[in-house]
Nanobody, 123 residues
Framework: QVQLVESGGGLVQAGGSLRLSCQAS????????MGWFRQGPGKEREFVAA????????YYADSVKGRFTVSRDNAKNMVSLQMNSLKPEDAAVYYCAATRFSVTRNRNLYDYWGQGTQVTVSS
């Protein structure tokens, strides 16, 4: 069982930055691939970024590549998402999730989800 708690969301102007964090419980955190997803109003939940258990590989949606960076600290059971050059279209509720697979963009393959943190970007 893994429990996930996101933090770090808020209101930021376009072009600004935010850093989201996801604190995980459990002793086997490093065995899980971790992903970030987001869901805007009236939209489906979409993949943003993912990182393997060791942190050796990362993957990004094309829409955030070059602006967002996912990282993890297994000693602290934490995964982070650094978001730079934010755009109004990045506004959404951001979720972190854990998967038993090495890493995947498929939200249906994630076993555990956090409650989400709101990111609002003003133009």
């Amino acid at each position: 069982q893994v429990q996930l708690v996101e933090s770090g969301g808020g209101l930021v102007q376009a072009g600004g930055s935010l850093r989201l964090s996801c604190q995980a419980s459990g002793r086997t955190f490093s065995t899980y691939g971790m992903g970030w997803f987001r869901q805007g109003p009236g939209k489906e939940r979409e993949f943003v970024a993912a990182i393997t258990g060791t942190g050796g590989r990362t993957y990004y949606a094309d829409s955030v590549k070059g602006r967002f960076t996912v990282s993890r600290d297994n000693a602290k059971n934490m995964v982070s998402l650094q978001m730079n050059s934010l755009k109004p279209e990045d506004a959404a509720v951001y979720y972190c999730a854990a998967t038993r697979f090495s890493v995947t963009r498929n939200r249906n393959l994630y076993d555990y989800w956090g409650q989400g943190t709101q990111v609002t970007v003003s133009s």
